[in-house]
């Protein structure tokens, strides 16, 4: 079975300064890998996801997130993050061919001006 | 653009109570689907759908019904609310498969008092 592990339930950074949010999954296979962001009172949003190819892949607003097959990661980073930013982030994955998504349990993001 | 909007955004009920949630999407989805949110849990799938009328069991079904009678609309029952319950209930859509994007409306908050 496929698992999601989001260890930092809050992280707290400053304006202007880099982000680095870490994910870990549980699959066999090379999964589909997502990263969604949820502002407050509204619904999932998503920021990148990730199937085969170059493991740096680019998503809206500046975010990026990589790829590691040997750690089985797959971290979000920003290199300077802004006050909007504030939200939950979740990683997810989906496994080929499958319906379902498996999500991790979040982490909320704190940008302290 | 489309959008997936749900009814009520916020519903208060009576323990032991029939509830009805209801989802719409205009994108022309294939698939739906119905995550509860509790706060630190992250998104627990409940319910899929891939077509008009098909109805799939997530991980936590049990205590819900679900119902897809237009491609459009997907509906959620919940059979017997439970006392002091609190959550969020999340509709999403998408084209197909879990590793297509997820397109999600902003919620419906349960109380049961």
């Known amino acids: 079975a496929q698992s999601v592990t989001q260890p930092d339930a809050r992280v707290t950074v400053s304006e202007g300064a880099s982000l680095q949010l870490r994910c870990k999954y549980s699959y066999s296979a090379t999964p589909y890998l997502f990263w969604y962001v949820q502002y407050p009172r509204q619904g999932l949003q998503l920021l990148l996801k990730y199937y085969s190819g170059d493991p740096v892949v680019q998503g809206v607003n500046s975010f990026e997130a990589e790829f590691s097959k040997s750690n089985s990661s797959f971290h979000l980073q920003k290199a300077s993050v802004h006050w909007s930013d504030s939200a939950v982030y979740f990683c997810?994955?989906?496994?080929?061919?499958?319906?379902?998504?498996?999500f991790g349990s979040g982490t909320r993001l704190l940008v302290s001006p | 653009g489309g959008i997936i909007t749900q009814t009520p955004k916020f519903l208060i009920g009576q323990e032991g109570q029939k509830l009805t949630l209801k989802c719409q999407q205009n994108f022309n989805h294939d698939t739906m689907y119905w995550y509860r949110q509790d706060s630190g849990k992250g998104l627990r799938l409940i319910y899929y759908?891939?077509?008009?009328?098909?109805?799939q069991k997530g991980d936590l079904s049990e205590g819900y019904d679900a119902s897809r009678e237009k491609k459009s609309s997907f509906s959620l029952t919940v059979t017997s609310a439970q006392k002091n319950e609190m959550a969020v209930f999340l509709c999403?859509?998408?084209?197909?498969?879990?590793?297509?994007?997820?397109?999600f409306g902003p919620g419906t908050r349960l109380l049961v008092l």
């Open positions: 997810a994955l989906s496994r080929t061919g499958g319906y379902k998504v498996v």
């Open positions: 999403a859509s998408s084209m197909d498969r879990g590793q297509d994007t997820q397109y």
């Open positions: 759908s891939i077509t008009e009328n098909d109805l």
